[in-house]
């Protein structure tokens, strides 16, 4: 047992640490640990604890930099814009507890909804698979229409398709290996784009309020409520992320308001990562990175299910604490630092990340991703169309469509 406590502590530091490194994720650690599981004589088990602990506690962690630095990470980079308004407002501490509480909500919701969930999944599953691609389209189609006015629409849809566009020339091609094409990618969407108009104007960051009231559970709690059930959605359901989950949320609650957005994605997040660890069990597929080790490296059996969701709730409420002091201490001393030379410097690791993990083939993806990024903010349209880069590589793929595609491309 102590073993076990051990590894799922070493974890929750990892999960800290790579979720406040912009760039440096989960998956770009999992490799070694599947490979350590195999190569020595450690339990599995704890090896698992330790994966699963990461994974939760980065989803925690992770909001701290995206909103500070906006710099996102895989299932944040809806929460930039957001968090980065209520940071000029003075309130970026104020979007880490939101954060704090959509994540550690969804985590109990989903932990609570557990068995009911895995008593339907399976023949859900099966009816939904062949419709798939019909899904996601249905998805975008609703994603697009809340746009509501003729040139919202038109600049949505264009927008959808060149994200998709690059996003099928990127993941689907040599041009960059697939498993770390999405850095240049979400970065450059999420992350470049949002601090380029921040170093352009040159403004300071205003002086952040620590605000201590308790954040009010009941006007909050339709979006948690929303987010967790579209997290188990994501979770399951390839091609659909947290980004598509927190729209599904926001059209079963008709909540527009920033603080319930944040709650919502990041209750989508972490319900996300919980069942996409639930999916090996349930379905025998793995819906992320995380998954994917912990799959390789041992059998997931309905004990060994328990066990991943007792590890999950522990992490996650040792992450919930040091998220909240983290954010505290950013918020307190951020005033203190030359913005405009942080979001540079930033600007600069997100490039130099790039050219680290992808090569120089990095730098022209990135500086594409970051001019289509640009567009959302100068049309007034929602910058969740980008997500378009993974979305309609998924749409082809499941409608049989993608090899067609690439050949009559010439790709």
Known sequence: MLDVLAHTLAGVGLGVVTGLIPGLHVNNLTPFFVTLAAGSSLVSLNLAALVVAMSITNVFISYIPSTFLGAPEEGTELSVLPAHRLLMEGHGYQAVRLTTLGCIGGLLLSAALLLPFLVVITPAYEFIRPQMHWLLISVIIAMIALERSRSGILWATAIFLMSGMLGLLTLDTNFIRGDVALMPLLSGLFGASVLLPSIASGGALPEQYIDDEPVDLRSNARPLCAGTAAGALTGIIPGIGPSQGTVLAQLATRSSGTNEFLVAVSGVNTSKALFSFVALYAIGRARSGAAVAVGEIMEVGAAELIFLVGIALIAGGIAAVL?????????????????????????????????????????????????????????????????????????????????????AMGL
Do not use: E, W
């Open 323 to 407: 998220g909240l002091r983290l954010g505290k201490l950013v918020a307190r001393h951020m005033d203190q630092v030359p913005y405009r030379a942080l979001c540079a410097a930033v600007l600069v690791l997100i490039v130099g990340l790039t050219i680290f993990y992808s090569g120089l083939a990095g730098l022209p993806v990135l500086i594409t991703a970051t001019a289509i990024g640009l567009l959302p903010a100068v049309t007034n349209v929602k910058r969740t169309h980008c997500m378009g880069v993974i979305m309609l590589p998924c749409i082809l793929y499941f409608a049989g469509l993608k090899g067609g595609v690439l050949a």
